[in-house]
């Protein structure tokens, strides 16, 4: 599971969502045409695109031309994910299923913020949209090789979740950005900044998804392994490969795990209806989880970048 903000220069979030929210309408234009996949959010499943975005420009209450309107955040399950979801609830029911995942997500990412009044997803203003399919860009390798032009749909489950999410909560009142991570004088003053812990978020999908769905995650796919294996120094690396192998060796002598085909839906998500602005009441309850700290990319790049310009200067 992989869960990604994007930044403000690609997301182009300085003004109005409707350029994203048309961007975002692509497959409704191209495979969809008689019956679109509407936006969602925690209230309702119908939502045209034209409310998304004019709810979306109309919550910047004292945010400035230059200010950051919205943030766009791509909830991206792995191929294994996204087929054992098919699996256990259909081609159908895992839609369903990923947009009730994406409602946890947003829980979350509001309790992130450790700000009073900011507690769900109830809190937040914010529209998501499934999609089905990904696109080649300039900058894959498989394009500068010419194996594949630019635009080609990419092989494989590639089903995820794009959410557009306001910087100011429901109220329009209190700022909200997913990019501040300034520390504060202490504890109190970190929490009226609205500091947000971005490894933590992107480790909750993660966690969210085991839990939820009872999914065995193999310790090779979990972050700890990809951070471990980027960031950790060679000991770290060497037990992490160590305890892989051990559990891999685990699973072969114990063969597959029983059946799971007639498996209900995951506790507190329920199956979407067609009708038009169903309420979400119901559909999913709060979750509160406790992530450990884990080994901060951008962290350790900035650390870097010091050493090297304090060497740089030492030597002049």
Known sequence: MFINITDSKEAANKGSS????????????????????????????RIDPYVAMRTIDNNIAKLGKDDAKFCLLTISPSQKEITFLKEQYGEDGAKAQMKGFAVRVMDAYAQNFKREGINSHEDLMWFGKLENYRYYTHNDP????????????????????????SRKDATNKIKLSPMN????KNEDHS?????????????CGETLFDELFEFDRLLKDTMAYANAQKNGSLAERVQMET???????????????????????????????????ESFEDFINPV??????????EAIHGRNRHR????RTNTR
Not at 288 to 297: A, E, F, L, P, T
Request: aromatic letters at 6%.
């Open 288 to 297: 509160h989880i406790d992530i450990k700290d884990d080994v901060d990319d």
């Open 142 to 165: 498989e394009v500068k090789q010419g194996t594949k032009k630019r635009g080609d749909r990419k092989e494989g489950e590639q089903m995820h979740v794009q959410v557009i999410v």
């Open 181 to 184: 991570t300034s520390r504060g």
């Open 243 to 277: 305890q892989n192998q051990k559990e891999e060796a685990a699973h072969l002598s114990t063969g597959l795990s029983e059946d799971q085909a007639g498996m209900e839906l995951a506790t507190g998500i329920h199956p979407y209806s067609a009708t038009i602005d």
């Open 191 to 203: 929490k009226k900044m609205g500091q947000f812990d971005r490894v933590a978020f992107k480790q």
């Open 308 to 311: 090297k310009r304090q060497a």
């Open 18 to 45: 409707s350029g994203l929210v048309h961007y975002l309408e692509k497959e409704n234009r191209i495979y969809n045409k008689d019956e679109p996949e509407y936006w969602f959010n925690g209230q309702q499943v």
